[in-house]
Antibody
């Protein structure tokens, strides 16, 4: 079965960077685009960008441009999201999310990781 | 950016009732609209995409309708496991979500 397993919770100081990993199994990793979505405590959902695991090409939401980097290691079917210049308002649950559609990007999120809580505090 | 709004913010319902949630887009998104259910402490779950297509394994009591800027999600007979927050999301352009509707027990 399809599984997305994320790395554990992180506590970071303002200005630091964080990298979250998302190890996948149960499907061909390079066939489905991977997105990252975050959710601040008690708040709604915010799309951050997507990664084409086949080519490595990325597209980021404008508000994260220059601060976010999405990469992958196809040998271990794992995607990564690094966010730099952390601020207190980056405190959120970060999810990796698989796109529903094969080979292309649709923006429909069918499988979700369990989430990684990133806390930014001095 | 396409702004999504949802109404009402909270809905208090009794089990067995029929429930309709509304979602509006700031500009047309055609039928590129999805609905998600999120329970406390869990990741969201895809319910509907293409405005009206149920995702794999989603019970038939969930149905979606609409196109353009006005959409709705209907739960025909609310079950105890359906008490949750429901989000709509457009994917016509860069994905954006609505603020959610919380369905709680009356």
């Amino acid at each position: 079965q399809v599984q997305l397993v994320q790395s554990g919770a992180e506590v970071k100081k303002p200005g630091a960077s964080v990298m979250v990993s998302c190890k996948t199994s149960g499907y061909p990793f390079t066939d489905y685009f991977m997105h990252w979505v975050r959710q601040a405590p008690g708040q709604g959902l915010e799309w951050m960008g997507w990664l084409n695991p086949n080519s490595g090409f990325t597209k980021y939401a404008q508000r994260f441009q220059g601060r976010v980097t999405m990469t992958r290691d196809t040998s271990i079917s794992t995607a990564y999201m690094e966010l730099s210049g952390l601020r207190s308002d980056d405190t959120a649950m970060y999810y990796c999310v698989r796109d529903l559609v094969t080979i292309a990007v649709a923006g429909i999120f069918d499988y979700w990781g369990q989430g990684t809580l990133v806390t930014v505090s001095s | 950016e396409i702004v999504m709004t949802q109404s009402p913010a909270t809905l208090s319902v009794s089990p067995g009732e029929r429930v309709t949630l509304s979602c509006r887009a700031s500009q047309s998104v055609s039928s590129n609209l999805a609905w998600y259910q999120q329970k406390p402490g869990q990741a969201p779950r895809l319910l509907i995409y293409g405005a009206s297509t149920r995702a794999t394994g989603i019970p038939a009591r969930f149905s979606g309708s609409g196109s353009g800027t006005e959409f709705s999600l209907t739960i025909s007979s609310l079950q105890s496991e359906d008490f949750a927050v429901y989000y709509c999301q457009q994917y016509n352009k860069w994905p954006t979500f609505g603020p959610g509707t919380k369905v709680d027990i009356k």
